[in-house]
């Protein structure tokens, strides 16, 4: 009997499987749904291979570092032999071959097609790869993001490199200018600090992190002094030449920078060029895909979800719209995502944590008298202070109304941005959160002594 051809028509079909694309799938699949999901490099996307894990490894890498460098301050007589980046780079991705087998596994456990190769989107419902054309009752576009640079800024890879090269440099360069600070490139300019290399931040705005609420900018810059990393913000990049043995930097005040080598880390653009997108009839805006609240595009079947559509560029932003748009189109009427409650953490050292808005923010959507805040600074906190690190959480509510935004700095405080998405999201009063008990000695403390704070009743604050 001849083998029956394999299947092109599905319920389903998912144009990329990074963050977004994959948890579409696996919702779809899970719900019942036929899926195929087109993808031309690997499963995981940016996530996986090149952004959350290989660099949340590094970082890991550098905090050893650092924690062998530092024990003397804790009573333990260490010392640092050696960087071997190499060995860095197998750990880093072993983590990563280790996460992949078991995503590979769980796509193929839930019956997925998965179709290898590029796709372009041929018509609303059909999706074109190698001269195969693979139908779907509803489509997802979720083809991820790629590096930006600047114009006349060309990346060569080697001494002009993006995020993609600095995960897998296999040697630690003596010296480094990171151009844009941002959550990229603070993270990189703290790993690679830890590891030994001597780095500078360009930043055009005039703060580092400037998303961030002003107060965890001042603090980030205050720890990134104390740690050596050099910045220059407020100051535009001009150009970069080559020289024997790096790169020089100009910047528009006429100052240069010489280094080893430049990191691009000025943002991300959406991936969306050259894929059918606005031949099929999808309206893409500056390379995005303007969704609704449903994350449909302006064509019934066909929703976006990750790094193309405006908004955070996260991969658990992804993770939550892969899994709504599967729910939608099922029927099962999930609640839209709102954008401001999705959590956000910078894993620096020290880490940055946030929820909401900022001061600023806040005092802009409701005026200033109908704003308060609280400043707990970690000076108080036992935990914090055992592990040596300085910083504070900020806290900004309506007044006699809930807390509106959380913001948090010091070393792991990233792990307290769970409780601060509940508090957020639950729309908490600061009573309701000082009433419940926070476990002592943890860094989690500082949470409830800063809802303490504000409701106004006081513990360890002067
Ligand atoms: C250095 C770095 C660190 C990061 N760290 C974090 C972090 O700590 N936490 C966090 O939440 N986020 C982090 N991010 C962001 C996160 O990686 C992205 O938000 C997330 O990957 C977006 O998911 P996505 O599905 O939209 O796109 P992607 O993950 O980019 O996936 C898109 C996929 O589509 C595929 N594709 C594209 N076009 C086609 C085509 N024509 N045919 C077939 N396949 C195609 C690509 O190969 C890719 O696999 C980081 C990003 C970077 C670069």
Redo the contacts with the bound molecule.
Sequence with gaps: MPEAAAPTSFDLVV???????YAAALRAAELGMSVAM?????VG???LH???IP??ALLHAGEVADTARDGASFGIQTSLDKVDMPAVVAYQQAVVAKLYKGLQGLVKSRRITVIEG???LVAPDTVEVDGTRYTGRDVVL????YSRSLPGLDIDGQRVIT?DHAIALDHVPVSAIVLGGGV?GVEFASAWTSLGVDVTIVEALPRLVPAEDEAVSKMLERAFRRRKIGFRTGVRFAGVEHTDDGVRVSLENGDTLDAELLLVAVG?GP?TAG?GYEEAGVRVDRGFVPVDERLRTNLEHVRA????VPGL????R?FGQGIFVAEDIAGLNPAPIDELGIPRVT?CDPEIASMGLTEAQAREEYGAENVATVQYDLAGNGKSQILKTAGFVKLVRRVDGPVIGLHMVGSRMGEQVGEAQLIFNWEALPSEVAALLHAHPTQNEALGEAHMALAGKPLHVH
């Design positions: 144009l990329g499987g990074g963050s977004g694309g087109v993808e031309k490099d690997k996307g940016t996530c090149r952004g959350c660099t949340k590029t796709g372009r979720a083809s991820g993001s995020s990229i991300r991936a894929l979800v990750g790094d193309i560029q996260l991969a658990h992804g894993y």
